[in-house]
């Protein structure tokens, strides 16, 4: 596995683990794994829907929780394997959970942003959760949004999410 998927993984586990299992969102998030430091990608915008409220990011660059309580993160880190596919990057992300079935996974584009999109139902220590996924790669940066909810994202919380993506702006 890539060292820094690691911290992603990580990440996404943390935050699930603290989020759906504790009903908190995480503060902070202890590295497992290694010393592996991530370059975060600097100089983005990204537009928080009215709605959200901006929460402790954790390991990620930031977090937010939806008035329905479920969680959206963005993690990004630099200078890391271009050739990775956004496929596989999406799977490392899911390392730690167990009982994964991948609903959907297509390309897709929110504003000017084209990434791979995936819908995923899992469980981390017996307790199941959806997600969806979206990992972007622009310039020499990877860029993963998470929406995460301890059961069936609704219509309005993914549409939300979309819109969010689609605020995102990088080397423009």
């Not at 860029?143 to 605020?167: A, M």
């Given at each position: 596995m890539y060292p820094v998927m690691r911290h992603s993984v990580s990440h996404i586990v943390?935050?699930?683990?603290?989020?759906?299992?504790?009903?908190?969102?995480?503060?902070?998030?202890a590295f497992v794994g290694g010393d592996v430091k991530l370059e975060r990608a600097t100089g983005y915008r990204v537009t928080m829907p009215q709605q959200w409220s901006q929460t402790g990011s954790g390991e990620g660059d930031s977090a937010y929780r939806l008035p329905s309580g479920n969680v959206v993160t963005l993690t990004s880190s630099c200078n890391r394997d271009q050739k990775a596919p956004l496929d596989i990057l999406t799977r490392h992300l899911l390392f730690g959970t167990r009982s994964v079935s991948v609903k959907e996974r297509k390309s897709a584009?929110?504003?000017?942003?084209?990434?791979?999109?995936?819908?995923?139902?899992?469980?981390?220590?017996?307790?199941?959760?959806?997600?969806?996924?979206?990992?972007?790669?622009k310039g020499n940066c990877v860029f993963d949004?998470?929406?995460l909810s301890p059961k069936q994202i609704s219509e309005k919380d993914s549409d939300s999410f979309h819109t969010f993506i689609g605020s995102f702006q990088y080397g423009n």
């Amino acid at each position: 596995m890539y060292p820094v998927m690691r911290h992603s993984v990580s990440h996404i586990v943390c935050v699930l683990a603290l989020s759906i299992c504790s009903g908190a969102m995480v503060n902070s998030c202890a590295f497992v794994g290694g010393d592996v430091k991530l370059e975060r990608a600097t100089g983005y915008r990204v537009t928080m829907p009215q709605q959200w409220s901006q929460t402790g990011s954790g390991e990620g660059d930031s977090a937010y929780r939806l008035p329905s309580g479920n969680v959206v993160t963005l993690t990004s880190s630099c200078n890391r394997d271009q050739k990775a596919p956004l496929d596989i990057l999406t799977r490392h992300l899911l390392f730690g959970t167990r009982s994964v079935s991948v609903k959907e996974r297509k390309s897709a584009t929110f504003g000017t942003n084209t990434g791979l999109l995936s819908r995923v139902s899992a469980q981390l220590e017996k307790k199941p959760f959806d997600l969806e996924l979206f990992v972007l790669s622009k310039g020499n940066c990877v860029f993963d949004f998470s929406l995460l909810s301890p059961k069936q994202i609704s219509e309005k919380d993914s549409d939300s999410f979309h819109t969010f993506i689609g605020s995102f702006q990088y080397g423009n």
